[in-house]
């Protein structure tokens, strides 16, 4: 099937690749003409495991192909998908702006009728609106043309979404007309012919009512468990073994059960707020939404609570604050949690020393004060304490000799659970956990 992809960014590059993969001749759209020239000549501007190879293979299979021009991308498309952004307004709520200047371009550039599928996270109820901008415009142009509109979520994670869209838990379809299940049903095939999951077919607003409620839900259980981690640090308990003994009951599950700096990246802080935005214009206050947000800002403010309490004063101290990203396995620093410890490390007047593998790039120009080191040792030597904001897997591998040798004070706040507590604690260190019993501070 001819497939547009309109935005190629995160979610519509992982699309378009996977869709491409399927065997579909697929097409990325994008204003972004510096974005459009990278992909043509091979080069994924941003980090996502497998994306790249993916992109190359079916550059050369011809299955996917880019342009800038709307007219040309959109042209002949059976099937197009808007994945453009929606950016939070200063109210929290979605910006919406973006999907509709993607609906009325369809209908601009449209040849034939063809099947508009809103993939960015949008409140429940856009399809409306998707299909108001597809008349309006049609009419205008008086191009006569039946536009289906139909909701289409992703689930992909950043770091494993190629093989999230490839073998996903399932597949979500809400369209309001038989042709646009028709259409999406013969897109979907070759997945479900190699990956046999659950195919949900339903209308428009219950599909896009399941992406928020699917984000909101698992940002819930996180701060859940951070809620739980607080309360384990001051009865004396372990909120890891909580965890795994509340996740071995299979009605709750261990995944999303990690206590930790809170969530961050570009959907759950946003689609939380948005959520809790749109439920709000219905006319439901979602006060369990309001208090999961409470809970993640609580987490972030961590680190700092326990260096006051470790340290005493920052302002003439050298801090190490391992890992920006907002998780493992990614560059992403966008509402990552390490950003709001780096920020109150220097409000109390820190020196800030940072390390991570792969995302320091994109916060040079943020903290322009702050050390920048190529190594996570030369980060922890000299350093009077240690921050770990992402559990990056070359962190664990530092042993807790190695980490007493460097520091100049023994002190160390991981707040991602990177090491195991009591192994530190053998080697001379001071550790604040998050989720553990609490130590005292050295000398009192
Ligand atoms: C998320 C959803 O998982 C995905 O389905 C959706 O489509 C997009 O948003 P992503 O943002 O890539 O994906 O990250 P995810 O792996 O879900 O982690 C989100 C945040 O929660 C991270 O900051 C992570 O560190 C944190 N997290 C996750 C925890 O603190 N504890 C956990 O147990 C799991």
Redesign the pocket.
């Known amino acids: 099937m001819r497939v547009c992809v309109l935005g190629v960014g995160h979610?519509g590059l992982v699309s378009a690749a996977c869709f491409a993969e399927l065997g579909h001749d697929v097409i990325g759209l994008d204003d972004d003409a510096h974005k459009i020239a990278s992909l043509q000549s091979g080069v994924v501007p941003f980090y996502e495991p497998e994306l790249p190879e993916l992109v190359a293979r079916h550059i050369s299979t011809g299955n996917i192909t880019f342009t800038g021009s709307a007219a040309e991308g959109i042209a002949g498309a059976e099937v197009v998908f808007i994945c453009v952004g929606t950016p939070r307004k200063d109210d929290g709520a979605p910006n919406l702006s973006h999907v509709q200047a993607a609906a009325a371009s369809v209908a601009s550039h449209a040849t034939d009728s063809t099947v508009v599928v809103e993939k960015s996270?949008v409140p429940v109820r856009t399809g409306e609106r998707i299909r108001q901008a597809l008349s309006l415009q049609g009419q205008a142009r008086g191009s006569g043309f039946v536009h289906h509109v139909v909701s289409n979520?992703?689930?992909?994670?950043?770091?494993s979404?190629v093989r999230?869209t490839l073998y996903p838990d399932r597949v979500v379809v809400g369209a309001d007309s038989d042709r646009g299940h028709a259409v999406m049903r013969e897109l979907y095939e070759p997945l479900l012919a190699r990956h046999d999951c659950p195919y949900v077919a339903t209308d428009v607003r219950t599909a896009e009512l399941i992406?928020h409620a699917?984000?909101a839900f698992?940002?819930t259980?996180?701060s859940f468990?951070?809620a739980i981690a607080r309360i384990c640090e001051l009865a004396g308990a372990d909120v890891h073994i909580v965890a795994d003994a509340m996740g071995h009951d299979a009605r709750i599950g261990r995944?999303?059960?990690?206590?930790?700096?809170?969530?961050?990246?570009?959907?759950?802080p946003k689609?939380v707020e948005a959520f809790v935005h749109i439920a709000a214009e219905l006319g439901y206050d979602f006060g369990m939404l309001r208090e999961t947000q409470r809970i993640n800002i609580q987490a972030k403010a961590w680190p700092l609570q326990q260096l006051r309490r470790l340290v005493w004063n920052l302002a003439d101290k050298e801090i190490a604050v391992l890992g920006v990203a907002?998780?493992p396995g990614?560059d992403?620093v966008r509402d990552?949690?390490a950003l709001d410890v780096i920020d109150d490390l220097i409000a109390e007047g820190a020196a800030v020393r940072l390390h991570d593998p792969v995302a320091l790039d994109h916060v040079r120009d943020r903290f322009p004060q702050a050390t920048f080191c190529d190594k996570a040792e030369d980060a922890l030597r000299g350093a009077h304490a240690v921050v770990v904001c992402?559990e990056w897997d070359e962190y664990r591998a530092i042993s807790p000799t190695r980490l007493a040798e460097l520091l100049t004070y023994p002190v160390v706040v991981d707040a991602?659970r990177a090491w195991d507590p009591s192994a530190l604690e053998d080697a001379g260190l001071t550790v604040a956990a998050v989720g553990q019993p609490q130590v005292p501070a050295p000398g009192l």
């Open positions: 979610v996270t979520p992703e689930f992909l994670r950043e770091g979404a999230d992406k699917s984000n698992l940002a259980k996180i468990i951070n995944a999303f059960l990690n206590a930790g700096l809170g969530y961050g990246g570009s959907c759950f689609d907002f998780k990614t992403d990552a949690p992402t991602r």
